[in-house]
C-alpha cells in the first residue's frame, strides 16, 4: 500500500522559507512521480513542481521557478520541497501526490495523495 505523509507546514513572513517533507512508502520497484500541488481558500489546486524516481528530472510551474526547490532522497523516500522568498500568494495548503505520469501537473495522473499540509505567508 503506497503511503504519503507530508510535514513542515507553518507560519512565515514574507521572504522568509519553509521546507516540505513528503515520506513515501509503498512504490516498490519501477517508474513513478511525486508532485506537490497547493490549493489555495477559493482557488483550484494546482500543480507545483515535480521529480521523477528515475533520473531526478523536476519541474516547476512558473510562479515558483528561482523560489522552490525539490530534491529526493533515496535512502530516506522522502521528497523535499524548499519554499525560498515566500510570498503571501503561496499561502495555501500544500499537497503531496503519487503517480506514473512523467512530468504531470493534472490531478487525475496521481494516484496517491497525502492528507495535506497548511502553509501560511504574511505579509
Known amino acids: 500500500e503506497v503511503q504519503l505523509v507530508e510535514s513542515g507546514g507553518g507560519l512565515v513572513q514574507a521572504g522568509g522559507s519553509l521546507r516540505l517533507s513528503c515520506a513515501a512508502s509503498?512504490?516498490?520497484?519501477?517508474?513513478?512521480?511525486i508532485a506537490w500541488f497547493r490549493q489555495a481558500p477559493g482557488k483550484e489546486r494546482e500543480g507545483v513542481s515535480c521529480i521523477e524516481s528515475r533520473d531526478g528530472s523536476t519541474r516547476y510551474t512558473d510562479s515558483v521557478k528561482g523560489r522552490f526547490t525539490i530534491s529526493s532522497d533515496s535512502a530516506k523516500n522522502t521528497v523535499y520541497l524548499q519554499m525560498n522568498s515566500l510570498k503571501p500568494e503561496d499561502t495555501a495548503v500544500y499537497y503531496c501526490?503519487?503517480?506514473?505520469?512523467?512530468?504531470?501537473?493534472?490531478?487525475?495522473?496521481?494516484?496517491?495523495w497525502g492528507q495535506g499540509t497548511q502553509v501560511t505567508v504574511s505579509s
Open positions: 509503498g512504490f516498490g520497484w519501477g517508474d513513478y512521480t
Open positions: 501526490a503519487g503517480g506514473y505520469y512523467r512530468g504531470s501537473f493534472y490531478e487525475e495522473h496521481y494516484d496517491y
